[in-house]
């Protein structure tokens, strides 16, 4: 194509480019590391459409072979963004939108996968010998990355304390946080592409209320366990030896969480671009530096609430990027869930987190 053979300078007008060629337009070294990055990983990941493992050192061998794609990749979002970043310019936020919500959820199910295979592998009794007991084994909720025991609650508690330690730092202050509902319920899911996305949420939340003046009034977390089944609670028992293992766990098909603030609500001139990846409330040479995540303005837009983020190795290179609220939803939306925002304009916003477990 023309884009390979001579890339256009970035003053040239582009109107008929391809979405997915613009990050890669400019010959910066940030796109050639994303180009070569795939490209690595397509030659090692080739030969194995027609080798099959057969034995331990196979296994072994394709274990490392996932391992070094899940870290050659790491940083593949933040670059990305910023490829996208730089030729805002030449491309629509509609355009980019489309492109990322495709890329992106094929990336979230290729990791997932490549985690999956390793947490396997490492969990394995003949990779761990002496290391662990059957006992052990079989008081583990997880399997692989996922846990099939999750509490949505201990999630939300655990972003709790990460968000509002950030957020007493910038502000001297931190909104509580009252959960409600079923909070004992349970569910089989991956415990970090929920830290994500409640980590996101939480920020959302924690910084409208403390700008807003309410930072008295608490944010509200309701957890509710999908209606077409009957309550569960799980039962906890303790061991001979006072560790504490899981029994007789009944885990749900799907929870709803409903976290909400009292921030004012979301403008209705915003309303409409919160799911943008290109949107964000970073001044534009703010976020064109997306290493510096401890710059402020003068306006309060870019602080350290903006500079966090949440587990599975998109963390604070997004800051300022617009991406967090959109790659949430993604998350959500990978498993058969979602995200619904209901914005009551000089009162509060209700932001709505539907879950599916995985299997039964």
Not at 250 to 279: C, H, K, N
Not at 303 to 318: K, V
């Amino acid at each position: 194509m023309a884009v390979r053979r001579s890339p256009p300078k970035p003053s040239s007008p582009l109107p008929t480019l391809p979405c997915p060629y613009f990050p890669f337009a400019s010959p910066t070294e940030s796109k050639r590391y994303i180009y070569n990055n795939y490209v690595h990983s397509l030659s090692t990941l080739l030969p194995y459409q027609e080798r099959r493992i057969t034995n331990l050192e196979d296994e072994i061998q394709f274990t490392e072979v996932m391992a070094d794609l899940v870290q050659t990749h790491s940083n593949t979002i933040p670059i990305l963004a910023r490829g996208f970043l730089e030729c805002r310019r030449y491309i629509s936020a509609g355009d980019v939108t489309r492109f990322l919500d495709e890329h992106l959820r094929a990336r979230i199910g290729t990791r997932l996968i490549a985690e999956q295979h390793i947490a396997l592998h490492l969990s394995s009794q003949s990779h761990n010998r002496g290391a662990t007991t059957p006992q052990e084994h079989d008081q583990s909720s997880y399997i692989g990355v996922i846990d099939t025991a999750l509490r949505p609650a201990d999630i939300v508690r655990h972003c709790e304390a990460f968000v509002g330690e950030i957020c007493e730092l910038k502000y001297g202050v931190r909104p509580a946080v009252v959960i409600n509902g079923q909070p004992e319920t349970r569910m089989t899911h991956v415990p970090t592409h929920l830290e994500y996305i409640i980590t996101e949420l939480l920020k959302n939340a924690f910084r409208a209320t403390v700008e807003s003046g309410k930072e008295k009034e608490p944010i509200e977390v309701t957890i509710a366990a999908a209606t077409d089944t009957p309550d569960v609670a799980a039962a906890e028992t303790k061991s001979s030896q006072g560790v504490d293992h899981i029994s007789n766990i009944s885990s749900v098909p799907g929870v709803t969480i409903r976290i909400r603030d009292q921030g004012g609500g979301i403008s209705p001139e915003v309303l409409p671009s919160i799911w943008a990846y290109s949107f964000t409330t970073f001044a534009d040479e703010v976020a064109t530096d997306v290493g510096n995540t401890s710059s402020t303005t003068g306006n309060g837009n870019t602080d350290a609430l903006n500079a966090i983020s949440g587990a599975g190795g998109d963390s604070s290179s997004l800051a300022g990027l617009g991406y967090g609220l959109p790659l949430g939803r993604a998350y959500a939306e990978h498993f058969g869930g979602g995200v619904q925002v209901q914005s009551l304009w000089g009162w509060g916003t209700d932001v709505y987190l539907k879950l599916k477990g995985l299997g039964k």
